[in-house]
């Protein structure tokens, strides 16, 4: 047998007493053998079984076996699915919002086959998704409704509820202002408790608190939508806030008595024609000024 | 229809068998693959809790690769904090002193080579070779338990030794 299987068969322990004997006629004994004893120095620190046990034992008490390992995926999933849910119903029940600025007109389609125009500086909400279920919207400011036939249709403004099923219509509500025009159908109105029933023609007009009676109108839309404002027997300044929100400009109106009552309309496309229509009927003089417009009487 | 009854190991009784069959194969095999100054009992601890926690998902005959695999993988983890520790500082240990200083003085240089020279083996040769010169293992039990052949485990032991010997040379 040659060295080299002698040395193999060394390092697996596996020797005969005869090959022992051959093994140890070989120069490499001696070395091997120094080699052998000096690995010995380097033995693994003693691992006491029984020790490591109980300390193993002692730690698992405080982690006690996972039986339950389906319930932390089923958290997991049913993390997910309610995020999924929350946002579906968040982004579903958000609700929809327009507004215009001064001087800024917009049409509506809604998500049936009414229309809304809102005039300026007004604002609607309404919920796209619960729309088929509920015809609601709110109302700041001026808007002319044409209103598919269907379930009832609700427009809320901050003073007084407009009802109608299927109709063509007019709501301005402005600071201690509250009108509503009914042009074709039937609108019913709530202001405060009172519920009015308004036929084509008929307007329900509220200015400080107070109802006031008017006589029908003939048209068939309002003026606005056409480009022009028109005022019967209206106190100038409600004119005046009209004006300044069609053409966002500020009136200074000195000492001219606001209450007098206005019949007329102005245009708003050309701001000067306009000033002359709202200031000749009252034997005013007016001057611009950085956006300011100066009214004096004569 | 046969159905294993025992298809995992999360009853005590059966885990602390198996805790006391290859506790100490796992420590010898950490010891010596990354030395004793990365805690190799602390990880052996560590290993089984893993396995404890995992019990219902591991199969008996892949519980040993299995804690091996995270005994080693734990080991992985911790030198990778710790890549400035790597050096194998295995202190010999001293079990008799009455000899003269001389031959005291030789053997320390002795050892001191001999630590340098297997700290300069591969993890896979020192692994293998260790478990058999030290802990007397045969080549089949240790191919058993690093999970290769046993042809491999010889060349590996046999490399290791050629390759000591040549280094204690030179040095």
Redesign the interface.
Known sequence: MNREDLIQKWLDNALTTEEFKAFKQLEDYDELMALDNGLKQFKAQDFNTDLELQRLTNSLKNTPAKATSWFKPLLRVAAILAICLGSYYYTTTLDTSIDTLMAQKETIALPDTSTVTINALSSIVFNEHSWSDDRALSLEGEGYFKVAKGSKFKVNTPVGTVTVLGTEFNVKQRTNYFEVICYEGSVSVEYNTNVVILKPGDSFLVIDGKTIEKTPVTSTTPSWINNESSFTSMPFKTIISEFERQYNVTFNVNTINEEQLFTGSFTHNDIDLALKAITLPLNLTYAKKDGTIILKSE | MIKNLHDTI?DEIRF?TF??KH??DL??FL??KFG?HLN??DK??EA??KL??????VKPEKAKSYLFTIGNNLMLNEVKHQKVKLKYR?K??KHHTNENPEFLMEENE??NK??TA?SNLTEAQRTAF?L?????K??KEIAELLDISTKAV?KR??GA?KK??KD?KEL
């Open positions: 999360c602390n805790f006391k506790s100490k420590h010898d010891y010596y004793d190799p009992k052996v601890q089984f809790i404890w926690e995992n019990c219902g998902k295995e010999p240990q002795y050892l001999l630590q297997i260790l058999n010169r030290i802990e007397g045969k080549h010889e032991i046999y030794l000591l010997r204690i």
